[in-house]
DNA sequence: TTGAAAAATGTAATAACATATCATCTTGGA
DNA sequence: TCCAAGATGATATGTTATTACATTTTTCAA
């Protein structure tokens, strides 16, 4: 299954996949995928985790990407902008999108022990959310799902 | 309906019954109710919003209850751990919790353009974000569910 | 009642996360 | 070619949160 990524894989032929895809999909929609931005996405892609911005920022830093904060918000900014990348609001950190090919609201399943983080998919509008939005006349723009817990690697080694 | 919280009410009757709820509850689960911590979750019930860590400290520091920032996130993490407030993890605010006699798991309706906060129940596995976890056996704790939009007040004025 | 343990508070320092501003350079298109 | 929009460089600052340790208060059982 693609939804849940807490198995482990080999994932240097997915890297090099969504790096070419994004790419493709900046060139259609006229978006500068500069060497900052891609780079970043890599990073994320590689790591296979959340990272912090700082985190992010200390790898450009070494490679002589960046050192200033405003480097890696830049970048980010983007990727999330354009569907590249998702912010976990619990972790202030970010996540390369698991299912970048098309649109879809993330929710995210994040390990309280490990940290590791799965993306899957969720509806904007739905069940109880919902339906006190629409009864209330609240427009619903965005949605925010993450559930915090143990991993199925986490679940058994912790009380 | 006491689900949606966007239109118009007075309450210092509301603000009155909260505290005493929480101190009956806090007596019975052998919880100090300090004057600190009191005071904060007076100042969340009044405000009737969400609000920064630093917004409440201020305040506490102008009636002399603290001026440090340890202040304000004790009681704060106390109120959270206790459920008489919640976090909102998009905002970086606390808010008072609406519905503070039973269990529950709360979702927010966040308005972008004005920042009111609505308090509604959803499930704590609810649709595909539960079939995710279950099926990769990832254990749910806690869930955030934030929905960002327009409410109704505002939805009729903005682009 | 009293004394040890647990909980809460006071205080200082610092860490972690994020944005504002303005100058300069690059890119893409008329 | 030249302009305008977009991207980057660089400095400073703002905002949110935690660590650490000393002191005081509360709890609870001997
Ligand atoms: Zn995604
Ligand atoms: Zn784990
Ligand atoms: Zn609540
Ligand atoms: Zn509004």
Chains 1, 2 share one sequence.
Do not use: W
């Amino acid at each position: 299954m693609s939804t849940v990524g807490f198995r482990q894989h080999d994932h240097t032929h997915c890297v090099h996949t969504a790096l070419a895809q994004a790419e493709a999909k900046c060139k259609t929609r006229r978006l500068q995928f500069t060497p900052v931005r891609r780079r970043v996405l890599e990073i994320l892609l590689e790591k296979h985790r959340a990272m912090g911005a700082y985190d992010i920022l200390g790898i450009l830093s070494a490679e002589g990407l960046g050192s200033q904060p405003p480097v890696a918000y830049r970048a980010l900014d983007f990727l999330v902008q354009n569907g590249f990348v998702h912010r976990i609001e619990q972790l202030n950190a970010y996540a390369a999108c698991a299912h970048p090919t098309h649109d879809h609201v993330p929710a995210f399943l994040i390990c309280r022990s490990c940290k590791a983080v799965a993306e899957t998919e969720t509806e904007l509008t739905q069940g109880r959310l919902g339906a006190a939005a629409s009864t209330s006349g609240f427009q619903i723009e965005r949605v925010v799902v993450e559930a915090e817990g143990l991993c199925p690697e986490c679940v058994g080694e912790l009380p």
